[in-house]
C-alpha cells in the first residue's frame, strides 16, 4: 500500500513526475489503479489503495498478470476464526467470498470494492481495515460487516445479503430483496454456495 503527500514532488518536479512516484513505489503485486483526494489546503494526495472515501478515481494503470487464486481451503483458518468471533457459519462465510471474489484476495470491482470480500473503501475505517488486500484483515472485516447487515435485519439471511450486496438502506426502503437483477442474482448465488459448502 502506498500513500504519498504530493506537494513538495509536484512543486519541484511536476504532477508527471509526482503520480510517477506512487507507480514506482508500488511492489509489483500492488500496481494497480491510482487514486487522489485534495484536502482543504488544496494539496493533493495519491495512493494506489484507497482507504477512505475521500479518495477519487485518478489514473488507471496496467494490472500485472497475477496467478489464478489457490484453492478455496486455504484461507479455512481465518474463517474459522472470523467465524468464532462473530458468531457466523463458516459455510455461510465461505460463501459470500466464493460469490464475491472467486478466492482471489487481489480482486478488484468496477465500483472500487477491494479483496475476498469486497469492501468499499468508505467502510474500511469503520470496519478497522487498514490494508483490504490483506486476507486476515478483510475477513474480520467482512464478516464484522456482514453480521452488522445480519442484526440490523432480524437474522433475515435474504435481506442481510441483499444489504450487504446493495447497502442496508437501499433494503429497508424496499422492506424486501431490492428489484435489482444484480442483487438478486447475488443473493441467490450466495445461497447456492452457501448450500454446497455446508455439504462439504
Same mark, same amino acid.
Given at each position: 500500500?502506498?500513500? *504519498? ?5 509536484? =512543486? ?51 494490472? #500485472? ?18 467465524? =468464532? ?7 455461510? *462465510? ?37 490494508? #483490504? ?5 478483510? *475477513? ?34 424496499? =422492506? ?25
Amino acid at each position: 500500500m502506498v500513500r *504519498i503527500s504530493t506537494w513538495a514532488v509536484v =512543486r519541484r518536479w511536476g504532477w508527471h513526475l509526482a503520480l510517477a512516484a506512487v507507480v514506482m513505489a508500488a511492489s509489483p503485486p500492488a500496481l494497480a489503479d491510482i487514486y487522489r483526494y485534495i484536502d482543504r489546503n488544496g494539496v493533493m494526495h495519491f495512493t494506489n489503495v484507497p482507504t477512505s472515501g475521500k479518495y477519487k478515481f485518478y489514473l488507471r494503470e496496467p494490472r #500485472p498478470v497475477r496467478p489464478a487464486p489457490g484453492p478455496p481451503n486455504r484461507f479455512d483458518p481465518i474463517i474459522a476464526e472470523a467465524a =468464532r468471533r462473530h458468531g457466523i457459519p463458516q459455510a455461510l *462465510i465461505k460463501a459470500v467470498i466464493k460469490a464475491e471474489s472467486d478466492f482471489d484476495p487481489q480482486a478488484v470491482s468496477r465500483r472500487g470494492a477491494l479483496g475476498l470480500m469486497q469492501l468499499m473503501p468508505a467502510n474500511l475505517e469503520i470496519l478497522e481495515v487498514a490494508d #483490504p488486500f490483506n486476507p486476515q484483515e478483510n *475477513i474480520m472485516g467482512g464478516v464484522r460487516y456482514l453480521k452488522e447487515m445480519l442484526e440490523r435485519f432480524d437474522q433475515n439471511l435474504r435481506l442481510a445479503l441483499s444489504a450487504y450486496n446493495a447497502g442496508p438502506r437501499v433494503v429497508e426502503q424496499y =422492506r424486501a430483496i431490492p428489484p435489482f437483477p444484480e442483487t438478486q442474482r447475488y443473493v441467490q448465488k450466495v445461497l447456492h454456495y452457501y448450500r454446497l459448502f455446508q455439504k462439504a
